[in-house]
């Protein structure tokens, strides 16, 4: 065991910095206003404030001495925290799934960084060790990432290859170029000029203070800019963010599977969106979803390349497709033709949509239960869908609208696929080779 | 088991099980203390002077879930089965939305048996499998208390046996 150490101690501070003004202000505009029109309204007011940040700061002080992490003797990983429900969590580093740097704007500013710990697991399987000055969180994670895989803790950082950078043209380009902008952007011209029309102007200001649609793309657009790929021996290590930088480690064999996205206004620049979903990684509090983007937009090519790192050996392009049989058309009218299926031995492949094309790339060894449907518009047509159940992401994998024969034999097929890649994985503790593992 | 999908799964030796015929007689009861509720509140609204109509329509939406209901639960419970093969267990179930869920024992991560208060005065719990795919949602209701402890017991052992990392 090693001995316990605590984040920074201007943690307090950074964290209250973080959410107090937008509750100091709220409280100004609720309570505040009308006790200023009282005598002493304004001492009450002051005195106030100065309650609620000491209160505020001492909770967090109080958090702060709880806050410990250390290695147990299997060097695992434990973390003490909780004031009043508290709580001492060993996340066994076996299972690590990723291990992020995150930078909100306050803690930027202070030069700070907080680091979040995912281990593969049900339900809340992280730790989020909030804040450590940038030196400690990147030299914490490096250890982190050295134990987990099996290498001695001190090994130091493993040294990294940058492999691309995402124009921030290119990524402004392409998020304009997407169907769902275009409705963002009427909608926001729409809700703008009904509340003109009904408030004058000052509706407007309402608008704005309500949010415009149209921001989710500009939150989008914040969280993706500066996409930034490199290689290093613990995995893919993505960063992005223009006000706050995330950073993240993909270790090689945890990825679930990979998606590729066409959409249609895309396809004459020829790019390609990546998405991918590794195990454990719990859905979280990201608004545009951009925690399971691998690669916001690139080139084919580049994003081929890209796969290839994530997913070694696999070449899913020479796997060998098969249709659905014809009375998909009645079922899919338009997507019919792009409807596909395939699996060789290492990976499922599956391509549906006509307008946004997408294809998903599952390796067998990640997929958790095969699902057989019908529903009633499919069974007078004998068609039924085949589900490759994943752990949560943003992936969804199914064959749709395939004929019973094909649907069952592409089940078997799969289910023997599966059972193959189970008994050869040996994904944990991986730089140790096949006898270490 | 009348359903073309299930053919797909029907290997030689497989034996399929059928949830207790106990469970129809639960669910039942649920129905109709649904319906009685359906027509005290109808009795309450023509006391308290409610126009007549008014309480005649929830009296007969009441009577309506009950003759609805009552055969619809048959079929539902004896559409549900499940099938222990020699790497995965099989459930099937749903009428108009047929679904068949094969699980390889080796993705099993935890196996929950509960009983609610009216399954349990019928000695019936039911047996929820969770893998780390939140899709999976294979769910057999209404087993014995026997039945259902063995199976936990076996798909324990097996999940052991094959286990395999995420």
Not at chain 1, 122 to 127: L, P, T, V, Y
Not at chain 2, 40 to 52: K, L, R, W, Y
Not at chain 2, 87 to 113: A, E, N
Request: proline share 5%; glycine share 8%; with cysteine.
């Amino acid at each position: 065991m090693t001995e316990k150490r605590h984040v920074h101690p201007i943690t307090p501070v950074v964290k209250v910095s973080t959410y107090l003004p937008a509750l100091v202000l709220v409280l100004l505009f609720t309570l505040g206003q009308p006790l200023l029109g009282e005598p002493y309204g304004i001492v009450v007011i002051i005195g106030g404030l100065v309650l609620l940040i000491a209160v505020a700061l001492g909770y967090e002080f109080l958090s702060y001495r709880r806050l410990a992490f250390w290695f147990d003797d299997d060097g695992d990983l434990r973390v003490q925290s909780g004031v009043v429900f508290q709580q001492e969590r060993r996340l066994q580093l076996s299972r690590l799934q990723t291990v992020d740097i995150n930078r909100p704007l306050v803690a930027r500013v202070f030069g700070f960084a907080a680091l979040r710990i995912e281990v593969a697991g049900a339900g809340d399987s992280r730790a989020d060790l909030q804040y450590l000055t940038e030196q400690e969180a990147g030299d914490l994670r490096n250890e982190i990432l050295a134990r987990s895989a099996g290498l001695r803790h001190d090994a130091g950082e493993a040294p990294e290859e940058p492999l691309l950078v995402v124009p921030t043209k290119d990524l402004l380009v392409s998020l304009l170029l997407r169907a769902v902008t275009v409705f963002l952007v009427l909608l926001t011209v729409f809700v703008a000029v009904s509340s003109i029309l009904t408030t004058g102007w000052t509706g407007l200001f309402t608008v704005f203070l309500g949010g415009v649609p149209l921001a989710i793309v500009f939150t989008e657009f914040a969280q993706l800019y500066n996409f930034t790929v490199a290689q290093s021996p613990d995995g893919l290590r993505l960063r992005h963010g223009l006000l706050q930088t995330q950073a993240r480690t993909i270790p090689p064999g945890r990825v679930c599977a990979v998606e590729f996205v066409e959409p249609l206004f895309w396809r004459r620049k020829g790019w390609v969106r990546l998405y991918v979903t590794v195990a454990g990684l719990t859905q979280s509090d990201d608004e545009a979803g951009t925690e399971s983007v691998l690669l916001p937009v690139a080139p084919r090519e580049v994003a081929e390349n890209l796969f290839a790192r994530v997913m070694p050996g696999v070449d899913a392009g020479a796997v060998e497709l098969s249709r659905p049989v014809s009375a998909v058309k009645r079922r899919s009218p338009i997507q019919w033709r792009h409807i596909a299926a395939g699996t060789d031995a290492r990976v499922a492949v599956c391509t549906r949509g006509r307008v946004t094309r997408r294809r998903q790339v599952v390796d067998h060894a990640r997929v958790q239960s095969v699902r057989l449907t019908q529903g009633p518009w499919e069974r007078p047509l004998g068609l039924a869908t085949v589900h490759l159940d994943l752990p949560p992401g943003r992936v969804t994998a199914y064959w749709p609208h395939f004929g019973l024969e094909q649907a069952a034999e592409l089940t078997h097929t799969e289910l023997g696929r599966m059972a193959v890649a189970r008994a050869s994985d040996r994904s944990i503790r991986w730089m140790q080779g096949p006898d270490g593992a | 088991m009348a359903s073309a999908v299930d053919a797909a799964f029907r290997v030689e030796g497989d034996t399929w099980h059928s949830l207790s015929p106990k469970l129809i007689t639960a669910r039942r009861l649920i129905l109709s203390l649904f319906a009685v509720a359906f027509l005290v509140v109808a009795a309450v609204m023509a006391i308290a002077g409610a126009p007549m109509w008014m309480a005649g329509l929830v009296a007969v939406g009441g009577l309506l879930i009950e003759v609805i209901g009552w055969p619809w639960i048959g079929r539902r419970v004896r559409s549900w089965g499940y099938a222990e093969r020699a790497d995965d267990l099989v459930v099937g179930s749903g009428i108009w939305f047929r679904r068949i869920v094969v699980v390889p024992y080796g993705r099993l991560q935890l196996v929950d048996v509960k009983a609610g208060p009216i399954d349990r005065a019928f000695g019936l719990v039911s047996v929820q499998l969770h893998t780390a795919a939140a899709t999976t949602d294979a769910a057999i209701p209404g087993l014995t208390a026997e039945t259902a402890g063995d199976l936990r017991d076996r798909l324990a052992a097996r999940g052991e046996q094959r286990s395999a990392g995420l």
